[in-house]
């Protein structure tokens, strides 16, 4: 999966990802290969994600969007 993490400043992130962890807005969720197509709000938290390296990143978020489409995926967020 492609992911890349923009803020309005700058892309954060753009990278290869076996999975990302979100806090949505409902709830936390989290996307593996083949998740199925979404959109969803994301409120004050962490995203985590594991390269396909096996290594973890977290990235602080304040409130955004996640866009998943054909494995690729869009975090916007504030900051």
């Known amino acids: 999966m492609l ?11 753009k990278g290869k990802v076996k999975m990302v962890q979100v806090p949505g807005t409902k709830s936390p ?4 290969h083949n998740h199925a197509p979404i ?4 409120e004050k938290g962490k995203v985590r994600i594991v390269k396909n390296n096996g290594k973890e990143e977290f990235f602080e978020v304040t409130s955004g969007v996640i866009e ?12």
């Open 3 to 13: 992911l890349e993490i923009i803020t309005p400043e700058k892309s954060v992130f």
């Open 39 to 42: 959109i969803s709000s994301l």
């Open 29 to 32: 969720f989290q996307m593996l």
């Open 68 to 79: 998943n489409h054909n494995n690729d995926i869009k975090i916007l967020v504030e900051q």
